[in-house]
């Protein structure tokens, strides 16, 4: 019997087996087929409940085998789990087409959508229809039989090469590994990373130390490594992924996929890329996006070229460099900021044990939010490493299922991410609760300490536990419109918000306490830490801000021009640029947000967020930071509320007025 197939309710990961997912995967596509067969042959007239409810309710069993497969796919992949992601991929996109293009199906859809004026529905069942309405029309349902066969095939292309791009940016990573053997050559890094370094070296029956491009390895080395030419021989792999002359090669599929993107943009009747995505975003248009990024860029260059200005004076002063390049950043940066604020980051280590900082977390969820975690055991896990909770609230109603997975591995590709392996909604009268997952690359423990957080991986892991949040209380009838399905500019939200009890006195206390003696952090620390949260604010703002630039650029225009993905790369960061280009990297070809992920026209919608967050947490200062009547408003309005209003009616309900920037600026020290 195949598990997958089997009615389950948490997810059976100890029972499949690879040969599982495919017949699943094209089984589950039958149902929902069949399952829209019903809709389109129903001989009644067309009305709210028996098209627009029912479509919202088909495809539930593929989207659950999905959602395990694809979440496997980035967390514990392996050649066979990719090379069937390569199968399937384009089975997906043509069952979606299959939907998208059902003349039928969207005669039906249309005919309700043509009535809605008649129909007295509240605000979540107007929204369902509007974005079921325009599920179609954005996807080519208007579109004429040639047309819309072309839009297929463009479906098809572009999901394949954003799988294969993904693919050649993990081959990269998982190619390089930097074998040191000389002790020497370790100066300047602390314990815990050569000790990490050691241990990985023996995990690969090899002498010495490892160093390899995974995050928790390669940020301390080019932070802390005194070698110049080895953090110069570390930045320069990490920044030449996907652009080597080697089967991995991302350049030609970058350009391919910009291609594919605008063309399907014009098709549909849109100027670009850009402007396809940007409609149905808080945003609503690229030239709306690209003044936002000016005016922040406005303040923020003379903010960025003073503090470069005085990094290269500072690494003048103490080495004599006279060129700061990229691979020096870092190590200079941390350098000054130890000497400013005597703050270094690996005092600040035993103070963040991780099971610490997860009680913690859990803490804060209860003050703001009535939330109870409880360990469990009696679920499937996929790895060992894998926690597993039950999520109820003080009347002990269960809320959630909640899954955990902090450390790397070698199936497992880098960063930090929320997913969710069943969603919620509201079924025949049911209130059917999620069950939701983060994934982290946080350093393992070893033989002698636990796993210590950086405070940057603390930040992390609250903006993950944001994300899961708004997944955990969503609380809507129809699971497209529930928990993080909002719009991409306001998905960031809940997240980023979070992040800002990392900086608060009466939160660290719950948790920052040092794994050996039990002493709460001292005061002078997190003063430290506030203060230097704002510092190279200028450099980092700059940063962002040149990534949601590069993304606009290639998405907003026509690329028909493009010949060169290098060429065009440097035009785009001639504005935001600090450090002398660097010949052999490029930053597109493993630029994964855009090319692999959802981010594409859609970066800059990181600082967007920190302008609703900044204000947000204003909020939160004004009244105090656990106070219940302002966690509740919060609750109510956004996290529990999904996509099922705009996202600035929401927000306005929660704070009472709209977002402005000046509170990011102020907490960014750039005004």
Known sequence: MNP?????NTAPFSKIEEKNYKPAIKKAIEIAKAEIDEIVNNSETPTFENTTVALDFTGEKLNRITSIFFNLNSAETNDKIQKIAQEISPWLSEFRNDITLNTALFKRVKSVFDTKENLDLNTEQQTLLEKQYKGFSRNGANLNDADKSELRKIDAKSSKLSLRFGENVLAETNAFELHLSNEKDLSGLPDSVKEAAQQLAKEKKKEGWVFTLDYPSY??????ADNRELRKKLAIAAGKKGFQKNKFNNEQIVLDIVHLRHKRANLLGYKSHAHFILEERMAETPEKVI??????????KPAAETEFKKLENYAKKIDGIDQLQKWDGAYYSEKLKKEIFDLDQEILKPFFKLENVIDGIFEIANRLYDLNFEEISNIDKYHEDVKTYNVTDN????????????????GKRNGAWMTSYKSQQIKNGINERPHVSIVCNFTKPTETKPSLLTFNEVTTLFHEFGHALHGMLANTTYNSLSGTSVSWDFVELPSQVLENWCYEKEALELFAKHYETGEIIPMKYVEKIKESASFHEGMQTLRQLSFGLLDMKWHSENPSKITSVKDFENNAFEDTKLYPDVAENAMSTAFSHIFQGGYSAGYYSYKWAEVLDADAFEYFLEEGIFNKEVATKFKENVLSKGGTEKPMELYKRFRGKEPKPDALLKRAGLI
Do not use: M
């Open 4 to 8: 997958l197939l089997q009615d389950f």
């Open 219 to 224: 940020i301390p080395f080019l932070t802390y």
């Open 291 to 300: 003044d936002f990024s000016n005016e922040l860029l406005k303040k923020a």
């Open 395 to 410: 009347k002990g109603n269960f809320i959630s299922v909640f899954y955990a997975d902090f450390h790397p591995r070698k």
